[in-house]
């Protein structure tokens, strides 16, 4: 009996052995399921699935969580997604906050204030060289690390003017989803639309509103305010 018991913990010592040894470098299959969606999702592995097509089903069933969150009550604005501040802006009379996403992150944005959808713009491989856009020499804005940029964004007409909320992604990462047809009456806080795998979300609005959050700092979308007790635009 005792021999038996030994063998059966031999064999289940080798298969973990293996396992370790045929997914390296990354999480054996037993141990993933108890770490951090960081070190259990390793980023040089989810690149490696995005390219080839092939993503864990645990990492998509985490990946398009969409969690609800606690909208603050009151005049304020609202991050619009999870994420880290990379950078505020002011180019051509207008204000723009940069938000990175990591790829853990939650990717489903939610309107940063009350809005309607006045018209939606792309832009495809070539963004950087538009001429017409007040960011196109920001290179971290236009992720020129990155091969093929791509955006998206809303125009919504508000009662602080008129506001613009851009989704960025990479050649990896293409597809940008916003939820509301042109003509939707959006509340602050619902839920407007999703990146898969994409990168950065910048909210754009007239200069008269600075952005009460600092460079650096982490986000919560819905959750976080991004500007306490704006005045209306006249």
């Not at 370790?20 to 699935?49: G, I």
């Not at 939606?120 to 990155?146: A, C, V, W």
């Not at 919504?156 to 851009?166: K, N, P």
């Amino acid at each position: 009996m005792t021999l038996l018991l030994q063998l059966i913990l031999l064999g289940i010592c080798l298969a973990l052995v293996l396992d370790y040894a045929l997914r390296f470098p990354f999480p054996s299959r037993v141990v993933a399921p108890f770490l951090p969606p960081m070190k259990r999702w390793p980023v040089h592995q989810l690149w490696k699935w995005v390219e080839e097509g092939s993503p864990s089903p645990g990492f998509l069933r985490f990946f398009m969580r969409d969690p609800d969150r606690k909208i603050p009550a009151g005049d304020c604005w609202i991050a619009p997604v999870d994420g880290t501040v990379l950078a505020k802006l002011n180019r051509g009379g207008r204000n723009f906050l940069v938000i990175s996403l990591n790829v853990w992150d939650v990717h489903v944005g939610r309107m940063p204030f009350a809005a309607t959808v006045t018209g939606y713009m792309e832009h495809g491989d070539i963004i950087d060289t538009d001429r017409e856009d007040p960011l196109r020499d920001e290179p971290y804005y236009f992720l020129r690390d990155k091969r093929s940029p791509k955006q998206r964004y809303m125009e919504a007409d508000t009662v602080y003017g008129l506001a613009r909320i851009r989704f960025i992604t990479s050649y990896l990462s293409r597809r940008i989803e916003f939820f509301h047809p042109v003509g939707a009456e959006l509340e602050k806080g619902e839920r407007m639309g999703r990146m898969l795998f994409g990168s950065t979300c910048v909210v754009e609005v007239d200069e008269r509103y600075s952005f009460e959050v600092a460079e650096g700092q982490r986000t919560v979308a819905g959750e976080t305010v991004i500007l306490q007790n704006p005045v209306h635009a006249s």
